[in-house]
């Protein structure tokens, strides 16, 4: 029994778990430092971490390389903010009108993208993705190019009140382990192995019998909706909503996030949202921390352009750290064993 | 009518432009086999380059061609620091990896030139419009680039089809091994494509830049564009990337021009005003969306991949 907990205890794990306490217990830490900005950073990892869960299904586990996840995040987005601003404000009419029409529109660009495959694929998910950004720019009803702004949020009847950041900030989280339950039942299924099967060797698992382009269908429109599902909490949680939500460069935020993290494993594309976005925040203040003792005051103009450590990294990672997150906890247990 | 041929040729003016960078993409892609997601930055690049050595030495030619041959070295540099490591690797580190690039390259535009955008002003002779038919003028400045992207794509032919480099270069898109094997530098050879495909982006930039701003981002929609031609015209194709980008040049300018009109016969004028912006944008993905459910692998697929 001892030696089953001890197995278990593998730094991978223990990380895993960390991560997970700290996510649950950081309201308490926010409430008690009142530090209220951390809670809303949280929130926003939070949601983007289940998109990126959704983009992992796809990519990490069906291999599907899709470039315009952020359309979804849209197209969830938009589906919220034109119903408030319609004065439809009820969540049970919202959500499932998001979920609906992410599902709709990954059933379209899912039928058509699949026939295609490699650069091909990334090209017309990415050529989708930029026709929802035009489309979402061009309506002047809902604001075009300047967005639109969201004046209530999301009302679930009197039980739950999404302006409460707490509240709101817990039922993203229960979305988001919802999510990762959701996909580690999928992947772990006939469905998911199928998927799988796909990804190693599309040509032999038709051979065998499975209509795989049906399975890949199936598993691109789980992931849309499930993207679209984040993008109506992103609409709620910054009260706005603008066709910059799926410009490309979104999608490729949340490629970095499933890579970095690790991908085809369950929980990586959480661990790589938090680290992404946790260092977009702590980039400046770093280069000011370490570059003022050597530069002086050119490094506190420096940490302006963050960016330029940023590329280079992404660059690294790449090319040296090749899994992700996942990959190194990974590595670790394997070091230990020898 | 006179603005219909005026429309014309401002589409095959930027349908050439397009080329220019799609061809540079198709290169690279068929070659190396790398989605260069970073090719706009050096599209970008070019562009303040041109604007930086025009306003040195006060020529504009002498800026241009200085620029030239400065992208043409960035992008070699570019291609022996990092994308030499990446041949052979999955396309999406390829696509991490160059948005990483585009980071990097964004933020140190933005550190040497500013957040400001610039502009490269023309000399006289090329500013001002020149009489093409009796009775219809057109910017000259415009007129020089189809002149000159023209030449530059028939150097290009040229160059791919006829001699011994280009000769080499067709040889590594379809058997690289075998090429590597049969002693050729292959190592060079990539270095001198990325490094003529980026010369080429460059060029693009700079010749753009008279008309739009220079400004950090440039790059990055033009790039997409560019993408949708090479996929269109079939990923490695430099023929298919001719024709693509013209079709496309065309559609998206006379769509812009005339497609409101249209709309306007058909649907009411509220429902055109707000429907023509959206859908004359959407316009190219929609013919690459069909072209690519007709024919998934392009209209001139080069390889058998």
Redesign the interface.
Same mark, same amino acid.
């Given at each position: 029994m001892s030696g089953k907990i001890s197995s278990m205890l593998t730094p991978r794990n223990i990380a895993i778990f960390v991560l997970l306490a700290a996510l649950v217990l950081l309201p308490v830490y926010t409430g008690l430092s009142g530090n209220r900005f951390m809670l809303t950073l949280f929130t926003r990892i939070v949601i983007l971490a289940m998109a990126a869960v959704s983009l992992n299904l796809m @990519?990490g586990y069906g291999g599907m390389?899709s470039?315009g996840h952020a359309a979804y995040l849209g197209i969830g987005g938009y589906a919220v903010g034109m119903l408030a601003h319609e004065g439809i404000t009820s969540g049970f009419v919202q959500w499932p009108v998001a979920l609906a029409a992410s599902a709709l529109f990954a059933l379209v660009i899912g039928a058509?993208?699949l026939?295609?495959?490699?650069?091909?694929f990334?090209?017309?998910t990415?050529?989708?993705a930029?026709?929802a950004y035009?489309?979402c720019?061009?309506?002047?009803?809902y604001g075009g190019d300047d967005g639109l702004t969201i004046y209530k949020r999301s009302e679930f009847g009197g039980s739950i009140n999404l302006s409460n950041k707490v509240q709101f900030y817990y039922i993203c989280l229960a979305l988001l382990f919802a999510a990762i339950y959701l996909v580690w039942r999928l992947v772990n299924s006939r469905f998911g192995m199928v998927i799988q099967g796909a990804r190693s060797n599309d040509v032999r698992m038709r051979a065998i019998g499975f209509p795989t382009y049906r399975y890949k269908l199936v598993c691109f429109v789980i992931a849309g909706t499930m993207c679209g599902l984040s993008g109506a909490l992103l609409a709620n949680h910054t009260d706005f909503v603008s066709p910059s939500i799926m410009y490309?460069?979104r999608s490729?935020d949340l490629?970095?996030m499933v890579?970095l993290g690790g991908?085809g494993s369950l929980f990586g594309p959480v661990f790589g949202a938090v680290a992404l976005l946790v260092f977009e925040e702590l980039l400046p203040t770093l280069i000011k921390l370490f570059g003022t003792p050597m530069f002086g005051e050119q490094a506190a103009r420096?940490s302006e352009?963050?960016?330029?450590v940023?590329?280079?990294? @992404?660059?690294l990672?790449? @090319?040296f750290a090749r899994g992700g997150i996942d990959g190194l906890l990974r590595k670790l247990r394997k070091k230990e064993r020898v | 009518m006179t603005l219909f041929i005026e429309q014309c040729l401002n589409g095959l003016q930027f349908g050439l432009l397009l080329f220019l960078l799609a061809a540079g993409l198709t290169l690279v892609f068929g070659i190396m086999d790398l989605v260069n997601l970073a090719h706009g930055s050096l599209y970008m690049i070019g562009a303040y380059f041109a604007a930086t050595f025009a306003a040195w030495t006060g020529s504009f030619v002498l800026g241009a061609v200085l620029a030239l041959v400065a992208t043409l070295l960035v992008g070699m540099v570019v291609e022996i620091v990092a994308m030499r490591r990446l041949y052979g690797r999955d396309h999406i580190d390829h696509v991490l990896a160059t948005f990483g690039l585009i980071l990097f390259f964004d933020e140190s535009v933005r550190l040497i030139w500013g957040p400001a955008g610039l502009s490269l002003p023309l000399p006289p002779w090329l500013s001002q419009p020149v009489r093409i038919l009796p009775g219809v003028e057109y910017s000259a400045y415009r007129l020089a680039i189809i002149v000159v992207t023209a030449a530059v794509a028939a150097f290009l032919y040229v160059l791919v089809m006829r001699t011994r480099i280009g000769m080499l270069i067709r040889a590594g898109a379809s058997n690289r091994e075998m090429v590597g094997a049969l002693g050729v530098n292959i190592k060079l050879l990539y270095t001198l494509v990325f490094g003529l495909g980026a010369a080429l982006a460059g060029f693009a930039g700079l010749m753009q830049a008279p008309i739009l701003t220079v400004q950090i981002g440039m790059g990055e929609n033009i790039v997409i564009l560019a993408f949708v031609i090479t996929v269109i015209g079939g990923v490695g194709s430099i023929r298919g990337a001719l024709v693509a980008a013209i079709f496309v040049g065309f559609i998206d300018t006379l769509g812009r021009a005339f497609f409101p009109d249209l709309l306007r016969m058909a649907l009411s004028k509220e429902a055109a005003a707000t429907a023509a912006p959206a859908l004359s944008s959407m316009l190219i993905y929609l013919l690459m969306a069909i072209v690519l459910v007709v024919k998934p692998e392009g209209l001139f697929s080069a390889s058998q991949k």
């Open positions: @990519l390389m470039f058509l993208s026939r295609t495959r490699g650069v091909y990334i090209m017309i990415l050529a989708f930029q026709m035009y489309i720019a061009g309506i002047a009803r490309w460069t490729g490629i970095i890579v991908m420096a352009y963050w960016q330029i940023m590329g280079p990294l @992404l660059l990672v790449v @090319l | -």
